[in-house]
Each structure stands twice: as C-alpha cells, then as structure tokens.
C-alpha cells in the first residue's frame, strides 16, 4: 500500500509526539548525568572519550532500523515501546556497570586487563543511547511526511532535558537524579503505548516489569569514586572523618577531618621553615584533591604561611588591596591576612566551594566576608576581571596541581590562563600592582615556561615591548611563583626578591639584571634549566625556541585555550621509546586517549555506515544516491557538533560559568533548532513554496554568513557586556544563539524530505549515518581547536555546510534518483 505523505493509513498508528519529547528530554538528561557519573567515578578528563563513544549507540540505530525494513512498519508500536524500556533499563544497568568494573585508565597502557574493562563500559553505556535512538529514528521513518515535526519535538524535548536535569544537579546527588530517569523513561513508554495504541494489557505488563527490574538495579547503584582517586585513598586512613560532603553540578564537595593522622597541606614550603604546619581539614570535589581549609593559630593565621614560595608578592606590595582568582580553599585567604591587606575580593566559580568559605567553614577565615571591605564573588574569574573596573595591588591565582596526573587536563578548555585573560589581569592593576601567578614544576620544564611565553605575550599586547624587565620567577624543588608588573621592576624589587630567596632556600628563576649563575644555588639541578627556558623564551629567538622545544609551550590564546596541552606529535614516538617507559610520565594522556577514541570512533562509525548495505543492496536507490546520502549526513551531523561546541567555549566568557554556558548553549540550539526543523516545511504563506532545495540553500547561506560573522564580531560583543548582569549576558548569549541555530535546524529535516523523495529505503541508513558522525564530530573538535583553533573549527564546519545544496541539486528522475 502507498502512503501519501503526512497522511496515516488505515492501519497505521498515531505518531508518539508525547513519547518522542519524553525520550529525547531522558537521553539527553541521562548523557549529561553520565558526565557527572564519570566524573565522580573516575576523572572528569575522560567523560568526552567515553561518552562520545556511548552515543554510537544513535549511529547503531541507523544500521538495527536498516535491519528491520518492512517490520519496523508492521510493528511500530511494540517496537517502539520495547525500545523505550530499553532505554530505561539500560540506564540502570549503564551505572550500574561503571560503578562495578574496576576501570582505571592509568593502568591501560600496561594491564591487559584494562581495555576489556573499557569495551565493557562503552557497550553498557552505548546500551540506553541506541534504545532513545531507535524510538526517535523510527518515528522519523515511520512518519516520513512529517519528519520535520517530529524532529522539532525531539530537539525541543532534548532542549528542556538540558535544563531540568542542570537544575536538578543543583539540589541532588546524581545518583538520585536517576531514579528522576527512571521515572522518565516508563513514562515514555507508557505514552508511547497509549498514543500508538497498544495492548493494554500488554503494556501495563511490560512497563510494571521493566520498573520493577530497573528499581532492582538502581537499589544496587552506589556511585562512588573509584579506589585510585584521592578521597578513598584519604578516607582510608586511621582516624579519616567525613565533615561534610555536598552535591552540586559543579562537583560533591567533601571536607575530611583527622584528628589522628592530620592532615598538612603547605605546596611551596620552604624546606628552612622551622616548625610543623597546623592540622587541615582536607578538600575534595569528586573525590580529587581541590586544596585544604587550615584553621587560625589562635586567632591569627598560621606562621607557615609566611615560609611559601608563593608569599613572594606580599614581601614587594606593603599592605595590597588583593583580588583573589579561584582560591579553591582557605590558604590564599589567610596568606593575604596575614601580610596586612586592607580589602580582599575572592573570585571562586563553584558555589560548593564558596559557601564553605561564607558559611560552613567562615571561622577558619576569621569571618572576613561579613566585614564590608571583604567581598567573595561566585563567577569565573575571566569574567570577573574583565568585566570589573576596580583596580588591585595584587591580583593573586594559583594553578595548583591544575595540570593533572598524567596530564589529564591536557583537553581541558581554560579561559583563565590566556594571553588575553592574563592581559586583562594586568588591566586590574593599580600602578604599584603585581599579577602573581603560582603553580607546579615539572621535569623536563613545562607549565613555568609556557606561562613565562604566555605572560610575554599578553606584556607585548599591552603595549610593553621589552617583556623581561617586567617579570620574575622563583621557585623551590615543587612549586614556582611568577610576577609579573605593568611597570618594570625596579632594583629595589629586585633587592626584596633576592633576600626572598636567600632567607628562604628558594632559587632564582629570572629577574630582571640576573646572572646566569645565580639560578640553582638551593634546588640543584643539572642545570639551570628553568632560568634557561624563561630566558629564551623573554628574549630574541623566542619562537624558534619554542618551536624546538620537545614539549608544546607555545602561549595559549582565547582561540586555542589549551593551556595544559604540552604533547606533540614529532615527539611522542621519541616518549614512547624511552627505555622502561618512562616517556609515559611525560605524555599528556587525556590528549593521546581522545586521539585512541577518535581511531575507535572511525572504525566503529565506519562499520555501522557500511553494514547496512548488505542490506540496502535491493533497494532501488542507485549507488550515486546512496553515495550522496552518505556525504549529506556526515558533513550535517560534523558540522552542527563543531559549531554547538565552539559555542559552548566561547560562551562561557560572557555567561560566566562553564555550567551556565554548558546549559545555555545546549538548550538554546536544541530548542531554536528545533523551531528551525519546524519551519523549514512550512508554506510560509505563499501560493506556490519554495522547493526543498532552495530552501535548503538559503538555510546554508544563513549559516555561513552568521557564523563568518561571529567569528569576526563576537569578541568585541562579548568584552562590551562582561560587566553587564547576568540577564543581559544571558539575553545576549540568546540574542546569538537564536539565529544561527534556526538556521541550522533546517539542514536535517530538509534532507530527509530529499532522500524520501528519491527512496525511503534510505530513511534510517539516514539517520545513522547523522548518529555516527555527530560521535565522530564529538570526540574530534577538541583535537581540531587544538591545532586550528575555534574560530577554525567553525570555518571547518562552514566548508562542510557549503556543498549540502549541491549534493540534491537535481530533480527526482523516475528512478527516483
């Protein structure tokens, strides 16, 4: 029987429109939780491997919906609903398994072990995303006609997915937000079955037995970290307490006393500092170690404090107004009480941590928040400085260990240690003012040079063309601080940090006047290879030492900000060779394991692209339509992933919290999208409509156009409104957002409406195809802004945009080709 188009047959079933939102709002939801999940479990670093690889689960889809064919018509209903189910147990099941294999990626490389663990956990997690798949890929089938609108429910469904389950991470414990799923997921199916007129009976049975099964499950569900992360570890010790512990979508924050084996963290201490440090609580955000909280010594800050490498600055700016950026626990806080400053604003971006500071632990700071030249304020810190007009004598942040084990940040997008955000640090400066800015050695030199690079840049753009005279570095055996002035130092400055030095045991690293061989004097080296670094890297040849340095220490930039991203290609064969593997220490492993998740995704994408063709082999399409399907749904599904992801990044500036920007752009392009899918069938009012392919066309020329102009504008627009509030940030993040994403919204639907018109044989090979490159697109932008930048992923993304019109240009011959 021939169907016409939007039109149900006698025996066909109404289309799930309430099931397909509830669907689309759970798998979306549930990816996000999984995120949280894998962060709590193991690192945060290894969410995007895992879960871009979990979502072939959408490109399977595409192959099972293939399989069916004809049965997928006979049986939509019962398929529908099943699948559902499937949705809903496998997220039970999904955690339940991540929770239970003991994965550790550090051990990969060596235990044969590991990689069976990691396909176990990808197939579990893979499981709930093909079940949500299968439901939206066999409505859009199954009701090609209407194929628009149904995808315009699954966006917007998608969209307030993002939402309630952000909101909902605020307030729960992600393991509880599940049980929140679970409950979404039945409802789906019951809708499902209801809509599409179902067996009652059969779906009463069904639903209630899944339920029962999956509450089974999720009793069973404990989400905890993993034994190799920090807080297990100190959890495990004689006498470890836990204070407090608090969820948030930021991270759960866990204070752990011990009164028995005290906790002392002093990073930086110099080894002639003559007593014991004060016992600590200790600070953790899903379960890695995130700073301390240190009493006061009888009202006063501990006197180990004063013997840090990072006191440097308050030993050159007599009692300094201090901005304070990220100070994670208590340490940053008491070092600037203790040296006399009159006024400090503290800059924290995960409200967990800020509250201990106001509220839960407000003693351990001397209540300082409540006086009224004391302020603490819950941002980023790039927004906060760059959309404030105070100025400071110290602006203060500490990098701790920000670089990872392992370099497990090496992925990490941070808008914080940039040229340009270090040289809006120095736009906060009071003419006596010092940027000072801590953090971790490593050997071979890494994080202090590429931050030495970084600084030198942003003192160039800044108008300060001789860089050197206006930093110095000291460093102990563990830490360093560099400090950096909009004026050059004077010798005055360079007196106080030599007697710094001398008092402490700490070594020189630059200073404006030094001599070579006034560099490892205390922490001997083989050399003065940290004074060398900085001091090439300030001086004339700076770029071509960088570019022949082993490691990646080029500055990062707000187009490419990688800060901690320090492998390179023409060097890791050299790591790898190493005797005894000790290469692996210096290898940035979230960087080379996205690089191994990329490889996996293009075969397995691969695989599920080229087995439906044994089956698409009767179909009538020719190999031309079939190649041209192909290429329009890879380069759709690419390029709306590096654009939404670009966004996400450059967002985060204006709306001031990765969080912020992570819903916000989420939400707002699956929401404006799916109003784009909506429209882009509509009669717009006219007589005779314009055809699929001309709509088509102005849909990618809308898109290239705004996104050149982004590209050109956006930073300008973003700097003008940093000090504006957060609703106008917000309207503007929207205001953005609304256009190019309507417009992209149209490119999928008005493909599919091609590809029916020609052969609906090739709907759900479609359809997966879209699944697997969105996988691919995924794991592959970050790797991409890495070596081109942002603004060249959505460049990229345009080029993939531009020949779409091209690929169905022609009209239907009657073959349908």
Known sequence: ????????TKNQPHIPWVAVGLISAAALAFELLLTRIFSIVHWHHLVGMIVSLALLGYGASGTFLTLLGERLHRHFAALFVANALVFTLGTGAAVW???????????????????????????????????????????????AGRGHRIYAVDLAGAGLGVVAVTAV????????????????????????????GLNRAALTASVAITGLVTAALLGLVEVDNAPYKALPQATATLGARVELERPGPLGIVTVVANDRVPFRHAPGLSLTHPGPTVPQRALFVDGEGAGSLTPLDEGRPPAFLDHLVSTLPYRLVDEPRVLLLGPAGNH??????????PAVTAVEPNPGLARLLTADYAAYTGDMFARPRHRLAVTEPRTYAQGSHETYDLVVMDLGNAGGVGGLQSQKASFRITTEALEAYLGRLSPRGLLAISGSLQQP????????????????AAGHPEPARHLAMVRNWQRFVMVVGTRPLSAATGDAVRRFCAGHGFDLVALPGMERDEANRHHVLDGPRYHDGVNRLLGPGAEAFAEAYPFAITPATDDRPFFFRFSRWDNAADLFNLPAGTGFAHMDWAYWMAVAALLQALVLALALILLPLVVLRRSRAGAGLKLRTAAYFACVGLAFLFVEIAFIQHLQLLLGHPVHATAVVLAGFLVWAGLGSYLSRQPLGRRRPPSLPLRLAVAVAVIALLAVAYILWMPALVGAVLGESFALRLGVAMALIAPLALAMGMPFPLGLALVEERSTDLLPWAWGINGCASVVSAIAATLLAMEIGFSGLVMLAVLLYLPLPLLFRRRVSATGT
């Open 1 to 8: 029987m021939t169907k016409d188009k939007g039109q149900r």
């Open 97 to 143: 398994v991540i929770d239970l294999v003991p994965l550790n990626p550090l051990e990969l490389p060596w235990d044969r072990r590991q990689p069976f663990y990691l396909m176990a956990v990808y197939a579990a997690a893979a499981v709930p995303f093909l079940g949500a798949a299968n439901c939206i890929g066999m409505a859009l089938v199954a009701f």
């Open 169 to 196: 991470l605020w307030l729960w414990h992600p393991a509880h937000v599940l049980w929140l799923l679970y409950g979404v997921g039945l409802a789906a199916a019951l809708a499902g079955g209801l809509e599409t």
């Open 332 to 341: 940053d806080l008491l070092q600037a009480m203790a040296h006399g400053a």
């Open 445 to 460: 030199p890494r994080e202090s040079l590429k931050l030495a690079a970084t600084a030198r840049d942003a003192l160039l």
